[in-house]
């Protein structure tokens, strides 16, 4: 589970902002809670803000920490110095904020997450070298449980004392370079160990996603629909899908697994799926089926079909599923589905965050007040996180409408105020 999140110094965000799924000791919707341990956190937040807040910048800060250390990481049997990082996952631009006068070269990331009952604490500072276009490490810190595995400020380790017979000789450390990702090459033992869970959670349970399809402004140019292997090879898995996409209503009956017969991709894509329709005589009778290609579908038909997937995979595993807009094209019935999912009973060990603009969502019987929050930038360039929780705002109150009437900021500003609004209206909207 994840339960806090760190960036400090990453795009718009310039100041430390804290990504906090702690839950607070609230009375209504404890179903809402997971609890492991002493942890306890919420199952969903949901992000809210006007455009270009920097609510996608949060996305990209998270999976940016993601990439950078996952990449750092060798594959599995390859223990050569060169190793080949192989299938490794693309990086995102990492960027350190742009719009002030002072300078700063230092980014700052940091994770805490549970994982089968031990809590994980790591994070690093990386540091631009702008004239050379390189980077290094400037400090680098692993904590168990709260104790020290490692702290590195620079080239100097130390080592916390369980942990310093198994790793005093494990000083083949380069300033560009996690030191993590050399305990992963070098270590054995239960440091060891505690990297594979690491990297076990960054894999499998730290799922980040932007726009899960491509697509072009007509219905027939969707491309890069993502199916998991899963649901070729596991039959109840696949009826499970159907079900999930009868529910949405778009028309779609059931699934098709085919060979995929395009010389060009079959050996990447071996399988290909279509969808199944009904086709109905004059009198409304089913008299036969038809089978369309993904590519046929609405986007928001594939968009959906995508995230139920990995939803579903998430839900019965664990971990946190991470959505940039995850609303887009979706209708607000089936957004709220997909929410009610990870909020229901029978989840019990995974998470949902989502940047949305869908305020259908935002109100007190959908979300409890730590489950709500708000991604706001200042008129100098900076963006700033905060809940209902921390705005104090009463448990009675009515959202969504307060955030429309602008209590809780993070919306655009258009009235007489705005010198650029109030010329936009009466010259183009006529209005006197």
Known sequence: MLIMFRV??????????ILDMRAISYKDMKNHVLETGKNKVVKTLALYGKNASGKSNLISALY?????????????????D???????MPNVRRSTFKLSEDINNDSEFEIIFSQNNTTYQYGFIIHDIPQEKKYNIKEEWLLIDDKMVFDRQHDSISFGKKYENELKNINKQRQDRLYIGILDYFAVGEVKNIVDEFKAYLKYKFNVHFELILEGSVKGLVSGVSFSKRIVEDDEYRKTIEKFIRVADVGIVGLSIEENKDENTRERHPYEIKTIHNVYNDEGKVIRQEKFELNMESSGTNRYFSFIQYILNIIEEGGVFIADEMSSRLHPILTKFIVDLFQG????DAQLIFTTHDISLMNRKQFRRDEIAFVEKNKKGESILYTLADIKTRADASFAKDYMAGKYGAIPVLSAENDIYAEMVGEWLCQD
């Open 64 to 80: 940016y920490f993601k990439s950078f250390v996952y990449n750092q990481f060798f594959d599995e049997g390859n223990r050569d």
């Open 8 to 17: 400090k110094n990453f795009a718009s965000f310039k100041d430390e902002v």
């Open 345 to 348: 009973k029978k989840n019990r």
């Open 82 to 88: 060169e190793v080949d990082l192989g299938d490794r």
